[in-house]
Nanobody
Framework: QVQLVESGGGLVQPGGSLRLSCAAS????????MNWYRQAPGKERELVAGITSSGSTNYADFVKGRFTISRDNAKNTVYLEMNSLKPEDTARYYC?????????WGQGTPVTVSS
């Protein structure tokens, strides 16, 4: 089992920045992938960004150039630096962890972009 704890969400004005963190604990293998998803009210959950344990990253087109995903393998923690936030970025952001054929989800942290 792997447990995920997210933090860093909140209310921010358009154009502002937030940094999300997700700490993983439990039975963690050296090879894994950590992702950030988001789900806005009334919409499906969508992938925002992902990073492998070797550091390869991928981003959704709608966040390229604004968001940066990174990780600290020693701390089993993934970060999402979000800049130039827009009202349409408002959603609950979920940490997702995958290793072998197993996957785990965090409880999510809310992000609201509003003036």
């Amino acid at each position: 089992q792997v447990q995920l704890v997210e933090s860093g969400g909140g209310l921010v004005q358009p154009g502002g920045s937030l940094r999300l963190s997700c700490a993983a604990s439990g039975s963690i293998r050296s090879i894994n992938t950590m992702n950030w998803y988001r789900q806005a009210p009334g919409k499906e959950r969508e992938l925002v960004a992902g990073i492998t344990s070797s550091g390869s990253t991928n981003y959704a087109d709608f966040v390229k150039g604004r968001f940066t995903i990174s990780r600290d393998n020693a701390k089993n923690t993934v970060y999402l630096e979000m800049n130039s936030l827009k009202p349409e970025d408002t959603a609950r952001y979920y940490c997702h962890f995958r290793q072998l054929f197993l996957q785990y989800w965090g409880q999510g942290t809310p992000v609201t972009v509003s003036s």
